[in-house]
């Protein structure tokens, strides 16, 4: 049975586990804080099709949605599931136009979408400005609370025989004659495979384990208000430069309001993208852009109360594609990171692709990892992060599969996670 070491507990982490789990493999999760304490617990929670305009990763996406949709069904942890759909509202007749192709492409790739005049926006949307001129409705668009989703995923691994070790960093990687030996603070694990789910601290852990990963952390700020009533926003609402934010390589600012309810009434606004390394601080001028831009687009919440914001950071990479397969330079070692903002989105289907490179050998060559190796490519104006862009459909050559029956590597294990 082959032995996998996934690094990283957030969602992505846990998702890979779970299927990697259900497909024969012993997993061991390891994770430097604790279950959901890094990217995981500072997003949304969005699950969209309605931003996915890239063939495979609108396939990804799609089936991600399919996927979150069953777990919701058949979870025994509840993690506020809601398929309450998005609207694109659009302020000008130009920005129109360009939804309308948008639209026009994304329903070649399956994307159920519509188009809304200003008269069906203020049904679907009472109390949005009228100042829009029309939109697009994509019913697809969901929610999840992120840390419930992280809890329903760790219960779900832990049922098929996963070990989750918390408070265990990764220090190191060897080779030994039997496989992988990952050296942690609290003792070293053997491994047939390594996963790395680190998700912005992808590209720092990649190096030290002598691999690389083409991300960086591009953060993110988001709003929370005090409780509004019932109704007040009914779908998540985008700004339509929400979509031109997501695609944007400028390591500036880009805000774009995005804003929708919570079951516990509260509305959350987003959102925000810009590189600036590890910065913390809290960028008040960015908090001050997201609120009036929120209020344009709903005038009614400039009367309602901010009650605290939060942020985030993203792991980015040089054509916002996530990274999905086998390392270029470390053998046995794979990635399933660089989903930006869309993480939780594509969590689920991330780990099928993940597991198809790692135990059948099996890599999708728009996400495979080795596309962006070597080169100088970069994220937000000048950050390098290495790699050169290969087109889709003519990726590397297939990576060799792991053997269920392959014998686990020795090791010593920690006492405890």
Not at 120 to 133: F, G, K, M, N, Q
Not at 220 to 238: D, M, N, P, Q, S
């Amino acid at each position: 049975m082959a032995q996998v070491v996934v690094i990283g507990a957030g969602i992505l982490g846990l998702a890979a586990a779970v299927e990697l789990a259900g497909r024969g493999a012993t997993v061991t999760v390891l994770e430097r804080g604790q279950v959901g304490s890094g990217t995981s617990s500072r997003g949304e929670g969005n699950v969209l099709v309605s931003d996915k305009e890239i063939p495979a990763e609108a396939r990804l996406a799609l089936r991600s949605a399919a996927l979150w949709r069953r777990l919701a069904a058949e979870s025994t942890e509840p993690f506020e599931y809601e398929e309450k759909g998005g609207i694109i509202a659009a302020v000008t007749d130009t920005q129109l136009r360009l939804l309308r192709g948008q639209a026009e492409r994304q329903r070649a790739l399956g994307i159920a979408v519509s188009e809304l005049d200003a008269d069906a926006l203020a049904d679907a949307e009472p109390h949005l400005t009228r100042a829009v001129v029309g939109g697009l409705h994509f019913p697809g668009d969901a929610q999840v609370m992120p840390m419930h989703g992280v809890r329903a995923l760790a219960r779900r691994a832990r049922a098929v025989g996963v070990e989750i070790r918390t408070s265990t960093e990764v220090v190191g990687l060897d080779r030994d004659g039997t496989g992988l030996a990952v050296r942690t603070s609290r003792g070293v694990v053997g491994a047939d495979a390594v996963v790395d789910a680190a998700g912005p601290w992808s590209g720092a852990l990649s190096a030290r384990l002598g691999g690389q990963a083409a991300v960086v952390p591009r953060r993110g700020v988001i709003l929370v208000t005090e409780a509004v009533a019932a109704g007040t926003v009914r779908h998540k609402v985008y700004d339509g430069r929400y979509v031109e934010a997501v695609a944007s390589d400028d390591a500036a600012v880009q805000v774009a309001p995005v804003i929708e309810s919570t079951r516990s009434g509260t509305v959350l606004i987003g959102s925000s993208r810009e590189v600036v390394g590890w910065d913390r601080v809290v960028p008040w001028d960015v908090v001050g852009r997201l609120a009036r831009e929120a209020v344009s687009l709903f005038p009614g919440l400039g009367r309602v109360a901010i009650i605290r914001t939060y942020q985030g950071f993203r792991p980015a990479t040089p054509d916002h594609l996530p990274l999905i397969g086998p390392d270029a330079q470390v053998e046995g070692l794979f990635h399933c990171t660089g989903h930006e903002g869309a993480g939780i989105g594509l969590a689920l289907a991330s780990a099928e692709v993940l597991a198809d490179a790692v135990l059948e050998g099996r890599v999708e060559a728009a996400f495979d990892p080795r596309r962006l190796a070597g080169g100088g490519a970069a994220v937000g104006g000048g950050l390098a992060v290495g790699g050169g862009l290969a087109v889709e459909g003519a990726g590397p050559a297939p990576v060799k599969p792991l053997a269920l029956s392959t014998p686990p590597a020795a090791g010593p294990a920690p006492d405890r996670p």
